[in-house]
C-alpha cells in the first residue's frame, strides 16, 4: 500500500506526502508538531495490549501539526 501511495503522489507531482513505515508506538523519524494527517487502515488490531495501543494514539497527538487531522479504518479487534 505505502509503494502505491508513493507511486500516485509522484504522478500527481505531490510533494507534500511522504510515507513512514516504523514502529506506530514511536515513529523516531518524525518530529513532534510535523504530521498534517495521520492514516491507519487495518493496522491497529495487531496491537499487542491495551497499553500499546494508548502508546500509539499519544504519540499521534505529539506529531499532530495545531491543524492536523487523523483517519483509522480498522474493523478487528485487539488481541487478546
Known sequence: LLDQ????ARELHLKNVHTVEEDPREMPGLR???V????STQ???HA???ADL???FCRINDLLAPEGGV???DFGLLKS
Open 54 to 56: 494508548r502508546r500509539v
Open 5 to 8: 501511495i508513493k507511486k500516485k
Open 48 to 50: 499487542a495490549s491495551e
Open 32 to 34: 513532534a508538531g510535523s
Open 43 to 45: 493496522a491497529l488490531h
Open 71 to 73: 483517519y483509522f479504518f
Open 36 to 39: 498534517g494527517l495521520v492514516l
